[in-house]
């Protein structure tokens, strides 16, 4: 079956400090990656995607992820962290055909110390 | 500017009682999703549709029922058979699928609590 883990639920880092949220997923073959993130009662906003090509993605808000295939993983990183980051993080994956229908991790919670 | 717009943003039910959520798109995307969102556990996907007069159940579809009579507009109605429909509900859409642009543009939510 097919599967997305985001093995962290709550994620506490300094501003300033560098973040990695981790992500894995099982699938028949690559998917779709994608990264969304959530402020507290509000929707998802697209942070960035990987189709193909270069391993390393750039997304908005200085977020960057690296699809790693041998890993399985596509993880998330910033190299320094600011408070309006504080919030929802997620991962998704989907299949490259039939419905396309993505399927979400459960999430990972930032929190940002001052 | 394009969006999704969901309303109202909170909602009361009453037991044994349906209520329509709202949720309307100006991007011009063919595909439209319903999730809903409980604490923990990430979004569950209610129901899709990727072409107008046409819906697909998602993992969760009892006791919910929705119409896609137009390409903008994707209600959901939550009938008096979902036992538990406090929740979060967001509605999404997408160009249609395997194009490049694809992904998720959300819509804001709605919160809806049974009294």
């Known amino acids: 079956a097919q599967s997305v883990t985001q093995p962290d639920i709550h994620i506490t880092v300094s501003e300033g400090a560098s973040l990695e949220l981790r992500c894995n997923y099982s699938?028949?073959?690559?998917?779709?990656l994608f990264w969304y993130v959530q402020s507290p009662g509000q929707g998802l906003q697209l942070l960035l995607k990987y189709f193909s090509g270069d391993t390393l993605v750039q997304g908005i808000k200085g977020f960057e992820a690296e699809f790693k295939r041998s890993q399985s993983s596509f993880n998330l990183r910033k190299p320094s962290v600011h408070w309006s980051d504080a919030a929802e993080y997620f991962c998704?994956?989907?299949?490259?055909?039939?419905?396309?229908?993505?399927?979400f991790g459960r999430g990972t919670s930032l929190i940002v110390h001052p | 500017d394009g969006g999704i717009t969901q309303s109202p943003k909170y909602l009361f039910r009453k037991e044994g009682q349906n209520v329509t959520l709202s949720c309307e798109q100006n991007?011009?995307?063919?595909?439209m999703y319903w999730y809903r969102q409980d604490p923990g556990q990430g979004l569950r996907l209610i129901y899709y549709?990727?072409?107008?007069?046409?819906?697909q159940k998602g993992d969760i579809a009892e006791g919910y029922s929705v119409s896609r009579e137009k390409k903008e507009s994707f209600p959901l109605t939550v009938t008096s058979a979902q036992k538990n429909p406090t929740a979060f509900y967001l509605c999404?859409?997408?160009?249609?699928?395997?194009?490049?642009?694809?992904?998720?543009?959300f819509g804001s939510g709605t919160r809806l609590t049974v009294v």
């Open positions: 549709s990727q072409i107008v007069n046409d819906f």
């Open positions: 999404a859409s997408s160009p249609l699928p395997g194009r490049i642009s694809y992904g998720y543009t």
């Open positions: 998704a994956v989907a299949p490259r055909g039939g419905s396309y229908i993505p399927t």
């Open positions: 991007l011009n995307h063919d595909a």
């Open positions: 699938y028949g073959a690559t998917p779709y």
